[in-house]
């Protein structure tokens, strides 16, 4: 697999608490990444670094082959990376087509919203996503289901020539029905050849979709592993025991 997205040695820490040390990751093209980890083992930080919220104090960030720097969530999309946070960001009031290009509407000729090229981008994009579930794409989002508006921000992510996905906690509340509907999804995202992060505290979850999981544990990298070759236990353990380099509150030996 071809690795698109590398972080080498990254270290991020506000005022004494040392969110993240010394961590490596990668994602492949291809594949679902699962990051997991207990509260406080550095999930969140580890992405907003990805996603530029949060600029890494030291590290190498490498995209494509090549070191870059990310000062800001807006060079981390110009470079495919986007990220569908558990609120999902969506706009209740407004419908699908709408959400889907908020801040990035499309205009004809005069000036005016292209609403003819807009609506079938988007029926386009969730189509290729084999989202089926929705009646018209002129539904307000409020009327939409669990399922439904994740699936929505799912496809707002992937429609701007996006390589990279990151999905924080995709099936958080939902139900059985809604959590298989959006599993399949980020299945597919992978088999069309994006690289998907995966944050979840449902192991289950990720046993289902992940190919490979990243277990961190109080801002250290314990261990990565393929999925195919290691079991729910192994991973709770990791979680809760694993080896750290390096104690944090104990004074280097």
Same mark, same amino acid.
């Given at each position: 697999?071809?690795?698109?997205?590398?972080? *080498?040695? @990254?270290?991020?820490?506000? =005022?004494?608490?040392?969110?993240?040390?010394?961590?490596?990751?990668?994602?492949?093209?291809?594949?679902?990444?699962?990051?997991?980890?207990?509260?406080?083992?550095? *999930?969140?930080?580890?992405?907003?670094? !990805?996603?530029?919220?949060?600029?890494?104090?030291?590290?190498?960030?490498?995209?494509?082959?090549?070191?870059?720097?990310?000062?800001?969530?807006?060079?981390?999309?110009?470079?495919?990376? +986007?990220?569908?946070?558990?609120?999902?960001?969506?706009?209740?009031?407004?419908?699908?087509?709408?959400?889907?290009?908020?801040?990035?509407?499309?205009?004809?000729?005069? =000036?005016?919203?292209?609403?003819?090229?807009?609506?079938?981008?988007?029926?386009?994009?969730?189509?290729? $996503?084999?989202?089926?579930?929705?009646?018209?794409?002129?539904?307000?989002?409020?009327?939409?289901?669990? =399922?439904?508006?994740?699936?929505?921000?799912?496809? *707002?992510?992937?429609?701007?020539?996006?390589?990279?996905?990151?999905?924080?906690?995709?099936?958080?509340?939902?139900?059985?029905?809604?959590?298989?509907?959006?599993?399949?999804? @980020?299945?597919?995202?992978?088999? *069309?050849?994006?690289?998907?992060?995966?944050?979840?505290?449902? $192991?289950?979850?990720?046993?289902? @979709?992940?190919?490979?999981?990243?277990?961190?544990?109080?801002?250290?990298?314990?261990?990565?592993?393929? @999925?195919?070759?290691?079991?729910? +236990?192994?991973? !709770?353990?990791?979680?809760?025991?694993?080896?750290?380099?390096? !104690?944090? =509150?104990?004074?280097?030996?």
């Amino acid at each position: 697999m071809e690795t698109i997205l590398e972080l *080498k040695g @990254v270290s991020k820490s506000f =005022g004494a608490v040392q969110a993240l040390n010394n961590v490596d990751f990668r994602a492949n093209l291809g594949e679902v990444m699962a990051l997991v980890g207990d509260n406080g083992a550095g *999930k969140s930080t580890l992405i907003k670094g !990805v996603a530029g919220i949060y600029p890494f104090d030291s590290g190498d960030y490498i995209f494509e082959g090549r070191k870059v720097n990310v000062h800001g969530p807006r060079d981390a999309a110009a470079l495919g990376i +986007e990220v569908v946070y558990q609120d999902l960001a969506l706009a209740d009031n407004l419908d699908v087509v709408a959400n889907m290009f908020l801040g990035r509407e499309r205009l004809d000729r005069l =000036g005016r919203l292209d609403e003819i090229s807009m609506e079938q981008a988007c029926i386009d994009t969730l189509s290729s $996503l084999a989202v089926t579930t929705l009646r018209s794409v002129r539904l307000p989002v409020r009327s939409l289901s669990g =399922g439904q508006r994740q699936s929505i921000a799912v496809a *707002k992510a992937v429609m701007w020539n996006s390589k990279v996905v990151i999905l924080d906690e995709p099936t958080a509340a939902l139900g059985v029905a809604q959590t298989r509907q959006v599993l399949d999804l @980020v299945r597919r995202l992978a088999d *069309k050849g994006l690289a998907v992060i995966l944050i979840s505290h449902n $192991l289950h979850d990720i046993f289902e @979709v992940a190919d490979r999981i990243t277990v961190l544990r109080l801002g250290y990298l314990v261990r990565e592993m393929a @999925v195919k070759e290691t079991s729910y +236990e192994e991973v !709770v353990k990791e979680m809760t025991a694993g080896k750290l380099s390096h !104690v944090p =509150g104990m004074k280097e030996s």
